[in-house]
């Protein structure tokens, strides 16, 4: 059974993919240290870079915690999971989302109509 560090680890090590410590600590704002210490188990990160590490994830900090505390991963509700990145996502990123699913509206709205007619 893995604990809770263990866990941890393997959240930041798949999170951090082929980035390194130092390129993924500086998307976090922290030392890479500290990104160290927490794959090695040698250290916890604080509420704010939980809420940091549970965006990255598509999570929210409890479904985090949970995890993380329980072994329980979150419901695989596809819909809800890009629900909760959409709202970690920057302004920009935003805006490219919104503009995607208008194009996408606009395309399967004059398709729809093309079988109606």
Do not use: H
Request: proline fraction near 3%; glycine fraction near 6%; aromatic fraction near 6%.
């Amino acid at each position: 059974m893995a604990t809770k560090a263990e866990r941890l680890a393997e959240l930041i090590k798949g999170l951090r993919g082929a980035t390194s410590q130092r390129r993924f600590s500086q998307q976090l704002g922290v030392s890479k240290s500290c990104v160290n210490f927490w794959e090695s188990g040698l250290a916890f990160p604080d509420t704010e870079n939980l809420e940091k590490l549970a965006a990255l994830k598509g999570w929210t900090l409890a479904e985090l915690q949970t995890y993380l505390v329980k072994g329980e991963l979150p419901s695989d509700d596809t819909l809800q999971q890009i629900i909760t990145k959409l709202r970690s996502l920057p302004t920009e990123a935003v805006v490219q989302v919104v503009s995607v699913g208008v194009e996408t509206l606009a395309s399967r709205s004059q398709s729809v109509q093309a079988v109606i007619k």
